[in-house]
């Protein structure tokens, strides 16, 4: 993604690298991190696992959101808004 | 963060008019709710391999996935997976991302640094970890995948459906149908075994206990 909006408070000191590499539509597809050295595609994928299923129960969450939470949903929305208000 | 961004044009959008039409539709409070408390989950993953992660980095990671999604950058069917569907995996992506660079690139929040002499200090330290490690290996992030399966197999030994579930997950069978129909669990089965798998976290020694005490909430 571009990241040329960054100020030189080096927020974005890592923006020379992708921040969003190809991702795969394939759920079982393999994070990157497997071509690391001492990493096997197993541990990988168990680790994936985990922290995603996590992630799902949180995600699905049914209770009302905390006002943190609501702060932050108002503001993707605002995000969302001129986002989308600038085509289609 | 992305949501500073107040003054700068975000669009630019690229994709069909179904699919930006199918973005509108489905961008709705309950998605931002949903996939920001995904992405708090993930975004323990960057933050333990080393990664400066402030409070607002969930946000950012929806943020830069929907925003990416509508222009285009980031492809998206609607006619195969929602588009909640699609952030959760983008955000999982990106996670993964982050924390494979993240001593190589450590994140320094904006609001931060903008304090002049802690904006130099940082800066400072930045640059000499940048110098320090730029070739090395994220040594903290193949340790705790490495620990963190170690432990979870440990944990699960005596458990054969805990056990049975982190063996799909090791072979990427993880869809809930899929994995039932290789366990040939029902599915109470599967949700109980799923669910005690998942409290192992209460179990791991103190070091990894800290990175998940975070996630034992959500799964409670």
């Not at chain 1, 994936?48 to 949180?58: G, K, R, S, Y």
């Not at chain 2, 709710?33 to 992660?53: E, I, S």
């Not at chain 2, 195969?80 to 993240?102: E, G, K, M, P, T």
């Not at chain 2, 304090?115 to 800066?123: A, F, M, P």
Request: with cysteine; proline share 5%.
């Amino acid at each position: 993604m571009n990241d040329d909006w960054s100020d030189t408070t080096g927020e974005r000191a890592f923006a020379d690298i992708p921040t969003q590499e190809y991702v795969p539509e394939d759920r079982g597809a393999l994070p990157r991190v497997v071509d690391l050295d001492g990493v096997s595609e197993r541990d990988v994928r168990v680790v994936d696992a985990f922290f995603h299923e996590l992630a799902l129960d949180a995600s699905e969450d049914p209770s009302p959101p905390t006002s943190e939470e609501q702060d932050g949903v108002d503001a993707i929305a605002q995000f969302v808004a001129r986002l989308t208000a600038s085509a289609g | 963060m992305a949501d500073e961004r107040d003054d700068e044009p975000l669009g630019g959008a690229s994709r069909s008019p179904d699919v930006l039409a199918a973005f509108r539709a489905q961008a709705t409070p309950a998605l931002y709710l949903a996939a920001q408390r995904f992405a708090r989950q993930w975004a323990k993953l960057p933050r333990r391999a080393g990664r400066r992660v402030d409070h607002l980095y969930p946000r950012e990671l929806v943020q830069d996935a929907l925003a990416d999604t509508w222009n285009g950058t980031l492809a998206w069917d609607p006619a195969r997976r929602s588009l909640l569907d699609h952030v959760r995996n983008a955000i999982r992506w990106r996670a993964w991302n982050d924390a494979r660079h993240a001593k190589r690139f450590p994140h320094v929040a904006w609001n931060t640094a903008a304090n002049d002499e802690t904006s130099v200090r940082i800066e400072v330290e930045v640059h000499e970890t940048q110098a320090s490690q730029a070739d090395a290996a994220p040594l903290i992030l193949v340790g705790l995948i490495v620990t963190l399966a170690a432990e979870l197999r440990r944990l699960a030994e005596h458990d054969d459906e805990a056990q049975a579930i982190l063996d799909c997950w090791a072979d990427s069978i993880v869809e809930r149908d899929d994995v039932m129909a290789r366990t040939h669990f029902t599915a109470a089965q599967y949700k109980a075994a799923r669910r005690r798998l998942l409290y192992l976290v209460k179990h791991l020694p103190p070091e990894l206990r800290e990175a998940a005490s975070d996630i034992l909430r959500s799964a409670s």
